[in-house]
């Protein structure tokens, strides 16, 4: 193994009949972050407050950020080779240390959280700089700048870890927004100058499944918080319509993302003769939105199975409308970029969140929890029998 760059070649190879499944390496590596959710999403029920909601926003962005990069890179390299597996499972190993360390990630643990971040970071961008520096000069070339790039948000991020708590988010939201806009940029670094979507040739059926079962992580962990809440209750019929409200909601939410646009924005990436394009603005910006989306949906639940009788208390309201309309404002944005028009059904859904809170606290819990799943039923019926009308569809 030469120091300089790996002898023989680890890219994925393209064109075969399975060449863009995922490997059951990448499904084990994603563990970790089903972790990660559920730690933001109870760092998030613990302080409601508006600095509880931007510190629990840009912990999910840089948990986030390390998954999808990651993504990135098991799209070029292929996970069956021994090296792309251990650099996984050491990744894996900084991912827990990282989950472990978010809620007092602004607290004691600073400092554990931005160097298992930076590590997990740089040290992908450098085993990808020397998996390929023989054998994708334009992708090694593209890794030299993203490494640039993550060694100046380096800097912030130990730095926020190192300073007071108070001071931290500051330090933080300055690295967070270096590493947002490296790929709108294509990382353009001086000596190199910047990256194409068209550098980047991902292989837009992978992409698309990696995206799609991050999705299933995060509904996966609302049905957990879900269920681990109901099973400690005494079971009531209050309590029970509590549960299955929360249970609709998640029906709901995997129904308006896979039902209709899943596919179609599957069918359009892996067609397209620029998928990187589309990998950079639909599946890496846009899906964090659906991701927070579910993860506040997850809080709004956990509140009203809590306590579903009486008036909601302003966290039940802001939870359960702001979550509902992150998630359609999410899909919204993603299928209205992949089709070229924002769906009809999901505009409506917004129209119908914002004039929920006119109802004001009169609604108990379990009532405003059931008129946001019932939004969400209306949307996903309308957009599906849309889609059945549209000439051409079978």
Same mark, same amino acid.
């Given at each position: ?10 890219? %994925? ?17 994603? #563990? ?15 302080? @409601? ?35 792309? %597996?251990?650099?996984?499972?050491? &990744? ?16 004691? %643990? ?39 790039? #993550? ?8 730095? *926020? ?20 806009? *490296?790929?709108?940029?294509?990382? %353009?670094?001086?000596?190199? *100058? =910047? ?6 040739? /991902? ?9 799609? &079962?991050?999705?299933?992580?995060? &509904? ?18 209050? =309590? ?22 899943? @596919? ?33 949906? =997850?809080?709004?639940?956990?509140? /009203? #199975? =809590? ?20 998630? @359609? ?19 409506? *859904? ?25 939004? &969400? ?18």
């Amino acid at each position: 193994m030469a120091l300089s760059g790996a002898i023989r070649n680890y890219a %994925r190879i393209r064109g075969g009949s399975d060449s863009a499944k995922v490997d059951f390496v990448e499904l084990f590596f994603d #563990l970790v972050f089903v972790f990660a959710v559920t730690q933001i999403s109870h760092f998030l029920l613990h302080d @409601l407050s508006l600095k509880g909601l931007g510190e629990s926003a840009l912990l999910l962005a840089a948990v986030w950020w390390v998954w999808v990069y990651t993504a990135w890179v098991t799209n070029w390299l292929d996970p069956t080779t021994p090296p792309v %597996r251990v650099m996984l499972f050491v &990744l894996m190993l900084a991912g827990l240390v990282l989950s472990t360390s978010i809620p007092t990630a602004f607290a004691g %643990r600073g400092l554990v959280f931005a160097l298992a971040f930076v590590t997990m970071q740089l040290g992908r961008s450098l085993f990808v700089m020397w998996a390929m520096r023989h054998h994708n000069r334009s992708n090694y070339l593209n890794f030299v700048r993203i490494s640039v790039w #993550l060694g100046v948000s380096a800097v912030f991020w130990i730095s *926020g870890g190192l300073a007071d708590p108070e001071n931290r988010v500051f330090f933080w939201l300055v690295a967070l927004l270096i590493e947002l806009a *490296g790929p709108a940029l294509g990382f %353009r670094t001086p000596g190199l *100058g =910047a990256s194409t979507t068209a550098d980047w040739d /991902v292989d837009g059926d992978h992409m698309a499944e990696r995206a799609a &079962l991050f999705i299933i992580i995060a &509904l996966g962990e609302s049905i957990l918080v879900s269920g681990a809440t109901f099973a400690e209750q005494e079971w009531t019929f209050i =309590a029970f319509s509590a549960f299955l409200t929360t249970f609709v909601a998640s029906v709901a939410m995997w129904l308006i993302y896979f039902n209709v646009g899943q @596919l179609r924005a599957h069918h359009k990436i892996a067609s397209t003769d620029d998928p990187g394009r589309i990998a950079r603005v639909a599946y890496t910006y846009i899906h964090v939105l659906l991701v927070a989306g579910i993860i506040v949906v =997850a809080v709004s639940d956990e509140l /009203v #199975l =809590a306590h579903p009788l009486g008036h909601s208390a302003p966290s039940v309201f802001w939870t359960s409308i702001g979550g509902t309309a992150l998630y @359609l404002i999410g899909n919204l944005l993603f299928k209205g970029y992949v089709e070229g028009r924002p769906p009809l059904s999901h505009m409506a *859904g917004l129209v119908l969140c914002a004039v929920l809170p006119f109802a004001g606290g009169a609604l108990s819990p379990l009532v405003l929890g059931a008129a946001t799943s019932l939004i &969400l039923i209306v949307v996903t019926i309308w957009e599906y029998v849309g889609r059945i009308k549209e000439p051409g569809h079978h």
